[in-house]
């Protein structure tokens, strides 16, 4: 791992920056944040620096953020450890990932507890650069609809509380970014403003509400849908449904799985051309098994089979997925025709736009933090930097990323 105390320069590379496309170009890194970007030809005090040389043909992106990940290389949100969110900051720069929401998924109350605390003791105080960092919590459940529970254990769904919602908040020290909610449910709108009042974002999800009662949610304040078309009323002809609602409302940003799996390449492409790049973001929502061979593994008291590319229940129910960000990133420029641009617009832009910190996340910009992924000319990952820190380079791994 690369050390912070002198400048970093990452020399000889195109740089995607906030405003356009440098193409012979450096980023200088200072502590943990971007202090200068420019052309060859404009560097100076180069001697200061550690210098990286990198092929002309690699790329300079901003980090991806994850708003939706269960967990990855044996471990999960719910596991409630420090070890647990330990392995998962660690291993999220290999895909890219430079920060995320840890996610819960439906439980039982205590279990939900559990993890909430664990990871607000985390993000308060046992963060580091050179990992990826946890920059709150999404809340996937218990507040969803039975009906669309998909691997949300049915057993502990509950209608909307607010006032059991307060309680959790509190004891995750105020981290809770996101709540994925079926607005239709008892109690859902009330939730809503809150959360709204509160700046937290709320999310669609899970969710059979009709085209009307998503109108309602939308007025309420929700602007968000979790992994749109899977576990939602879809889009028919005389019933527009969440994906319908989803298409027309440029006020809701919609997550999608593109993994070629929970939605086929050419839905991503009508989706793509229906919200364009500035209304989507990629997620993963991806289980403990990413990382991991095929075989059987846990998931909210579950047994996830896992092969092929898929994670499903015993019944074949899909249960989140085992795919990289990154991964996300090059099926989308393939299946959508996008440019890298509006990629890195839905994978790093939207996300740090929609979770309020454009200030310091989502883009290659002086001042910001030095969060950035060097790609080669396959679109695979080289190289990530989290927060000043070399947290992953290809070389020094064996391993088939």
Known sequence: MTSNDIPIL?????????????????????GQKIIEIGLIEQLTNEDECEVIELPARFKAIP????VHIHGVNGADTMDATKEAL????????????TSFLATTMTQE???????????????????????????????????????????QPIQHIIDPDLALFKEWQELT?????????????????????????EGIIASIGHT???????????????????????????????????????FLHDELIAEIIVDGVHVHPEIVKLAYKQKTSEGLILITDSMRAKCLKNGKYDLGGQEVTVKDGKAVLDDG???????????????????????????????????AKQLN????????????????????????????????????RKEETNEND
């Open 109 to 151: 109350g205590k279990q939900i507890e559990r993890a909430l605390i664990n990871a607000g003791q985390y993000i308060e105080g046992q963060q580091s650069p050179g990992k990826a960092e946890i920059l709150g919590l999404h809340l996937e459940g218990p507040f969803v609809n039975a009906k669309r529970a998909g691997a």
């Open 86 to 97: 330990d392995t998962m900051t660690a291993a999220l720069p290999k895909e890219g990932t």
């Open 63 to 66: 980090g991806f953020i994850d």
């Open 317 to 351: 129910t899909l249960a989140g997925s085992i795919l990289k960000l990154g991964h996300a990133v090059k099926n989308t420029l393939t299946y959508t025709g996008c440019s890298l641009l509006e990629a890195i617009q839905m994978a790093s832009v939207n996300p």
């Open 10 to 30: 990452l020399k000889g590379i195109q740089v995607y920056t906030e405003e356009n496309m440098i193409e012979n170009g450096y980023v200088k890194i200072n």
């Open 173 to 197: 020290k105020g981290n809770i970014k996101l709540v994925t909610i079926a607005p239709e449910r008892p109690g859902g709108l009330e939730m809503i403003r809150f959360l709204k009042e």
């Open 357 to 392: 910190i454009y200030d310091r996340k989502g883009s290659i910009t002086v001042g910001k933090d030095a969060d950035i992924i060097i790609i080669d000319e396959n679109m695979e990952v080289y190289m990530t930097i989290c927060r000043g820190l070399t947290a992953f």
């Open 208 to 246: 059979d509400a009709t085209f009307e009662e998503v109108n309602e949610a939308i007025e309420a304040g929700a602007n968000h849908v979790t992994h749109l078309f899977n576990q939602m009323r879809g889009l028919h002809h005389r019933e527009p449904g969440v994906v319908g609602a989803a």
